[in-house]
């Protein structure tokens, strides 16, 4: 019975297009390299510059980080874009 129930719930939460809602995250794109830079903000100089020193950064100290600029979050949270 409690089987049925849930599936009865999830039908019902499905139908209503919340589901949608609950689910709908951005599109991220794919990072190949440390910075990536969708604004045109940066220079190419300033881009491969802040991409070696990342690097370099991830050779000494076994941590990566990778930096996206993107022209809006197109109202989600930034939290969404964490990876």
């Known amino acids: 019975m ?3 129930f849930t ?3 999830f039908i019902i939460i499905f139908k209503s297009g919340s589901a949608g809602l ?3 995250q951005p599109e991220i794109p ?3 390299k440390y910075a990536t830079d969708l ?5 190419s100089n300033e881009l ?3 991409n ?6 991830e050779d000494t100290t076994s941590n990566q980080l990778v930096m996206l600029m ?5 109202d989600y949270p930034i939290e969404y874009y964490a990876i």
């Open 2 to 4: 409690k089987f049925l």
């Open 7 to 9: 599936f009865v719930t």
């Open 22 to 24: 609950i689910f709908a």
């Open 30 to 32: 794919v990072l190949k």
């Open 39 to 43: 604004t045109s903000t940066l220079s």
């Open 48 to 50: 491969n510059t802040l």
């Open 52 to 57: 070696r020193r990342l690097e370099s950064y």
């Open 70 to 74: 993107i022209p809006t979050l197109n």
